[in-house]
């Protein structure tokens, strides 16, 4: 007779889970309301499988100790195996499928953990909480409403959405990033390239010539860049190193990391375009995870700590504690002064109609839109302002040259 691991809700509202034998899945739901639990999972086990891993090998945590699972490989996963239990696969039989053709050896591993874990009679969420580094708080929030109210495709559906979403514009924000990083790359190269081979030269022309004659300001300047450049590099690279390890150290402090967020999002040019994408993973992921049943304020919370701009995170911890008690969202969010008007106007529109999850995805539609549009515009005047820069920097190293072979010059003449 087929075997069923199922996850139920009983009377009083708390989740059981177990095995039990039926002719078909039917039957097997009819006897768990026989013994007054309502099924959100119902999957038959594999015929194959005679011997299950202990149970404490399911239970084993640890397996990604150096958050090996990349955000790609999550969003596929998700989205495959949503479309393996909406083409009617079982759970079981989709994490085997999954495991077996995933090319991450430690992803696979994990992979086969839950697996285990399905085996044994523990729910989805349950197995994926213990994994923490391939699974983050919100998958398994969003995951657990999934089985409470049976509907773990549609979750995942909605999960490989956000995250493909979510990927697209870290991705074009990081576009907009890598370009100027690498024009200020080449321009420290050619700066360090000019200091150290070509400047010398004319230092010592000028001392053959002017015979001690003083030099102008700028080519002083130059000359003196230059000898701390050639004879002190240990200096100058240890001076680096110390500023920007003095900066991590000041960026995990709480005041530090809150005064760096917020000159972050004041930043000239890049400054909006950081706002706006923080601003559309908020309304995504809080939005997400309210169409898929996680209450208000446990959504807010998880919403918190997947925001990766604490002053952006303490304005959502100051809204959770104001809808804790009792106030609306759009209220409380206006009065951080932290989001956009058109934010917390459409949110209460949301809120008034009854459809805040919805109107929370158009927020993030509008704001995912805009996003794009800033990178346009950013990449428009970007080019611009770096060839003025490479132009500045060159022609000052030119022009303080220049200056002692025009003195030398009229004294020539």
Do not use: W
Not at 168 to 176: E, N
Not at 272 to 299: D, N, Y
């Amino acid at each position: 007779m087929p075997a069923f691991s199922y996850s139920a809700v009983d009377g009083e509202g708390r989740e059981r889970s177990g095995a039990l034998e039926a002719p078909d899945a039917r039957q097997a739901a009819v006897v768990l309301r026989g013994r007054g639990l309502y099924p959100t999972r119902l999957d038959e086990r594999e015929p194959t499988v005679s011997v299950a891993r202990p149970a404490a090998a399911a239970r084993s945590g640890g397996l990604i100790l150096f958050g090996a699972v990349s955000a790609k490989e999550r969003a596929a996963f998700t989205r495959q195996l949503g479309t393996l239990l909406r083409a009617g696969m079982p759970l079981l039989r989709g994490l085997e499928v999954l495991g077996r053709q995933t090319k991450n050896p430690l992803f696979a591993k994990v992979l086969a953990a839950l697996a285990d874990g399905i085996r044994s009679g523990e729910t989805l969420s349950e197995v994926m909480g213990r994994h923490p580094r391939a699974f983050d708080r919100l998958y398994v929030s969003m995951i657990r409403a999934g089985e409470a109210g049976g509907l773990l495709d549609i979750v995942l559906e909605r999960l490989a959405q956000f995250q493909e979403k979510s990927l697209q514009v870290r991705g074009k924000v990081k576009a907009a990033m890598v370009y100027p990083f690498i024009v200020l790359g080449v321009a420290v190269a050619i700066l360090v390239a000019l200091l150290v081979f070509v400047v010398p030269k004319f230092q010592q022309i000028f001392a053959d010539l002017l015979k001690g004659a003083p030099l102008p300001a700028l080519t002083q300047a130059v000359l003196t860049a230059s000898e701390l450049v050639r004879h002190h590099v240990l200096f100058v690279i240890g001076s680096f190193v110390a500023a920007a390890l003095a900066f991590r150290y000041f960026r995990r402090s709480v005041r530090g990391a809150m005064v760096t967020d917020t000159l972050i999002v004041r930043l000239p040019l890049f400054g909006e375009l950081f706002l706006k994408a923080v601003v559309a993973r908020f309304a995504r992921t809080l939005g997400t995870l309210l169409s898929s049943g996680v209450p208000i304020l446990p959504a807010l919370l998880i919403t918190r700590d997947t925001c990766a701009n604490v002053r952006i995170a303490a304005a959502i911890q100051a809204v959770h504690d104001r809808v804790k008690e009792g106030a609306s969202v759009a209220r409380p969010l206006e009065a951080t002064g932290v989001f956009p008007p058109m934010v917390a106007s459409m949110i209460e529109v949301g809120e008034h109609s009854g459809q805040l999850p919805e109107m929370l995805n158009k927020v993030a539609d509008i704001y995912e839109g805009e996003v794009d549009n800033a990178v346009a515009g950013l990449s428009s005047l970007i080019d611009p302002i770096l060839i003025l820069f490479l132009a500045v920097v060159v022609g000052t190293i030119v022009i303080a040259l220049f200056l002692p072979i025009i003195r030398i010059v009229q004294m020539l003449t």
